[in-house]
């Protein structure tokens, strides 16, 4: 098996128990959407079925919802624990007309129906599917045509610092492993979307130490949920070693931790036709 396969049960149970504190904690994810709230002034759609892919406590979904109030908003979470903490905050109007409806299903096998939302809004939630490509095409099957898909995920250079700390520490795996922007670009064509725009930057959080690292990523519910990880507690050895390698990163006085934050958007374009009118179906396949 591949040590960086997602346990998604794993995963599903530490989103839905970080659920009430997630909020307070994820400043960065938090920035990262209201970044990509401000594209979305550039683009020229006016939705009437949103996708809320990945929505976890449902802020996002609750901006996209005020900035396209004839829209329906379906905010589809792996965690029921996020799904039940973004119902608690969600106004008496929208609760009364149902301008957000919940879905709690995987990314990775959308329960809609195809052609059936025209836009898909993600935000840091692809990172966690164990394969991008076909979760791309899944994403492209239930858009309509000349529907928009926007997204961000984390590129390889995340927790570059913290990657580099628990090198040499054990024989398991620590961090999820992240898909680079020209790929994801590549991925997108492969599904079958049109103009793809792919773009990156760098945030850096700062720590004082690797403690306040680690318990950020824990409330979050961002635990190590691969296949390779360690089963029990870091033993006393090994968390020596974490530490003395991560201090040698610390800069002004603070530990740094980098993350690689990758935007992306593409259209769902009109099937290209025959020349008696048939769709022209694009399939890839190997001889063995």
Not at 30 to 35: D, G, K, L, S
Not at 133 to 145: G, I, M, S
Not at 161 to 170: I, K, P, S, T, Y
């Amino acid at each position: 098996m591949d040590e960086f396969v997602i346990d998604k049960k794993m995963m599903r149970r530490s989103f839905s128990r970080a659920a009430a504190a997630y909020d307070a904690t994820a400043v960065l994810q938090r920035e990262v959407c209201t970044r990509m709230l401000e594209r979305l002034d550039y683009i020229k759609l006016q939705p009437a079925q949103l996708l809320d892919a990945g929505s976890g406590t449902g802020w996002g979904g609750r901006k996209l919802a005020e900035k396209y109030p004839a829209a329906t908003v379906i905010s589809l979470d792996i965690a029921i624990g996020m799904l039940q903490n973004a119902q608690s905050h969600s106004s008496w109007w929208q609760k009364l007309f149902g301008g957000v409806r919940q879905l709690c299903a995987d990314v990775e096998a959308l329960p809609l129906a195809s052609g059936s939302v025209d836009m898909v809004w993600s935000n840091l939630a692809v990172q966690w599917c164990n394969d991008l490509p076909a979760t791309f095409v899944e994403l492209q099957r239930v858009l309509k045509t000349e529907g928009l898909l926007m997204f961000s995920t984390f590129g390889p250079d995340t927790l570059k610092e913290l990657r580099q700390a628990f090198n040499g520490v054990d024989e398991r795996s620590h961090l999820n492993r992240f898909a680079d922007m020209h790929d994801i670009g590549d991925m997108l064509m492969q599904a079958g979307f049109a103009e793809p725009v792919m773009d990156m930057e760098y945030m850096t959080l700062t720590y004082d130490d690797v403690r306040g690292v680690l318990q950020d990523l824990k409330t979050i519910g961002a635990h190590n949920a691969t296949a390779g990880r360690g089963q029990g507690l870091m033993g006393k050895n090994a968390w020596a070693r974490l530490l003395e390698n991560y201090e040698k990163l610390r800069r002004d006085g603070k530990l740094p931790a980098t993350y690689e934050v990758i935007y992306g958007h593409a259209w769902k374009p009109q099937a290209r036709l025959s020349s008696d009118g048939s769709a022209i179906i694009k399939t890839s396949f190997k001889i063995k």
